[in-house]
């Protein structure tokens, strides 16, 4: 079985985009941040589900939850959320999970 994987420029392009995006939107109500946070992740899975690309996938899932909380965090002087505190907030807004979309 050939395995492909995203390459490493577009990679890191697609979370150096996601991290502008969460800087400016970060001052958004959180039900707006979390529906088109997951309109994007969805639309990354799209485009890189394929298999043998999992990894990827998760990394950026990752990555991007990473991202997230730094930039919740920056919204006020004070920290909002802790890792803990950060995974109950994912579980209410339910967060696109990674999944493989292509079969090829």
């Known amino acids: 079985m050939l395995k492909r994987r995203t390459d490493r420029k577009k990679y ?22 979390f529906a088109r946070l997951n309109s994007k992740l969805r639309g990354y899975y799209n485009y890189y589900g394929i298999r043998g690309n999992d990894k990827s996938l998760q990394d950026f899932y990752h990555h991007a939850k990473r991202i997230l909380i730094k930039a919740l965090n920056r919204r006020s002087q004070r920290r909002s959320y802790n ?6 907030l994912i579980k209410v807004f339910k967060l696109q999970s990674p999944r493989l979309c292509h079969a090829f």
């Not at 890792?83 to 109950?88: L, S, T, V």
């Open 83 to 88: 890792w803990e505190g950060f995974a109950e």
């Open 12 to 33: 890191r392009a697609a979370l150096a985009n996601f991290q502008e995006w969460c800087r400016e939107s970060c001052r958004l109500p959180k039900r707006v941040i």
